[in-house]
């Protein structure tokens, strides 16, 4: 008897994702997704029993690694105000990959039509929301800075508008300024000026010597956008 080849679930998404990049979404076949793995249709049937399927892996792979990223960040914060959106400001502090940009765009065109695949999205952002308003002491602030720094975001991910290092870095600090403000009910601000600018201090000190902690955790995590072997993954044989 041959010896059995183990085949995983992150191995045929990462091929699947390859794929994806290169072709396109529309372009996704189970046979393009087995060539690229190097394994037989019938290994891709096996998890996967349709090109849905796959895309629906997809998406759902891309938010948990995303949610992974932004988690890290937010635990290196530690116990600050405003953490949930200072860690997923720091999270943002590296651009994202051309190769995940391009992922994202045929996604993107893929979730359009498919209200099930923006479910996963559409929790998670949920989530932080809630968790914003929860947890911070000027919410709507910290909430304006939360759709900023998402806006910023997608302006790169769709490939609208990209700014140069130390353009994106201010913008990044003028978001994080936000945090700490009380929008008054008349258009004016109200703010703690000496708590704003201990905060905004200790927290751009981090974006600008990318804080080791942080930093190794979030590469780590976010280099599995392309190469998941690290990450767990259910596992099946087939001889």
Not at 57 to 76: G, P
Not at 95 to 111: F, G, H, K, M, Y
Not at 143 to 162: N, S, T
Request: net charge positive; aromatic share 4%; with cysteine.
């Amino acid at each position: 008897m041959g010896r059995k080849r183990i085949i995983s679930d992150d191995q045929i998404l990462d091929a699947a994702q390859h794929v994806v990049g290169r072709d396109g979404a529309g372009q996704l076949t189970v046979d393009a997704v087995a060539s690229q793995a190097g394994i037989s249709k019938a290994s891709v049937l096996y998890f996967y029993k349709s090109k849905k399927a796959l895309i629906e892996a997809i998406v759902q792979r891309v938010v948990r690694l995303d949610r992974e990223v932004n988690e890290a960040a937010i635990r290196s914060i530690g116990a600050l105000d405003g953490a949930v959106v200072r860690g997923r400001i720091l999270a943002a502090a590296d651009w994202i990959p051309e190769a995940s940009r391009s992922v994202a765009l045929d996604l993107c065109a893929a979730t359009a039509q498919n209200p099930k695949l923006r479910r996963p999205a559409q929790e998670f952002q949920n989530s932080i929301i809630a968790r914003i308003q929860k947890t911070c002491a000027h919410p709507r602030g910290a909430m304006l800075a939360h759709l900023a720094l998402e806006g910023l975001k997608l302006l790169e991910l769709l490939d609208f508008h990209l700014w140069p290092k130390d353009e994106r870095n201010r913008l990044l600090q003028d978001i994080e300024w936000l945090i700490s403000v009380d929008p008054g009910p008349s258009g004016s601000v109200q703010k703690n000026a000496s708590s704003v600018a201990v905060k905004q201090s200790v927290h751009v000190k981090r974006i600008r010597s990318k804080d080791a902690s942080a930093t190794t955790s979030t590469k780590a995590t976010r280099r599995g956008l392309s190469k998941n072997s690290g990450l767990p993954g259910n596992t099946k044989t087939r001889a």
